[in-house]
């Protein structure tokens, strides 16, 4: 039982040791001037650079941006092209099945309100401009879009 107090008791003194140099250190630095302060900390920032630096250098260098570029490209450029192509398509589709007469009156109406020629359009007007609903021409071909 001794054996452990005596051991607590060296423990106990050698925190007491460090506890006093601590103390020490802080009534020194409070005893610092502005310009040695500055010196001390401009010396302990240069080490965190240095520091920072050689870090950076051991790590392995970032994969190339061009390589980055295509690793990506391999998977969006097929998904733009299908949907360029479908867009192209849906567009060719579209206008195979608009009559020339049928475009020739809906520019013609077009052209009437733009230059001004109509000062009032019927409610049918605007819904064969705004949503391409068929004109009547198609309309008595059947009725098919």
Do not use: F, H
């Amino acid at each position: 039982m001794e054996e452990r107090q005596g051991r607590r008791t060296s423990k106990q003194r050698n925190v007491n040791e460090r506890l006093d140099q601590i103390g020490q250190v802080l009534i020194d630095a409070a005893a610092m001037t502005d310009d040695e302060v500055e010196v001390v900390t401009s010396r302990v920032l240069c080490r965190e650079v240095w520091t920072r630096i050689v870090a950076e250098r051991d790590c392995p260098a970032p994969s190339s941006t061009w390589l980055d570029l295509i690793l990506v490209g391999r998977r969006t450029v097929p998904a733009l092209l299908t949907a360029a192509i479908a867009v192209v398509a849906w567009y060719w589709i579209d206008n195979a099945r608009m009559t020339p007469s049928a475009a020739n009156g809906l520019d013609s109406q077009l052209e009437r309100v733009a230059l001004g020629g109509a000062t009032m359009m019927s409610d049918d007007d605007l819904l064969t401009i705004v949503m391409n609903w068929p004109s009547p021409e198609r309309a008595s071909q059947g009725g098919q879009r």
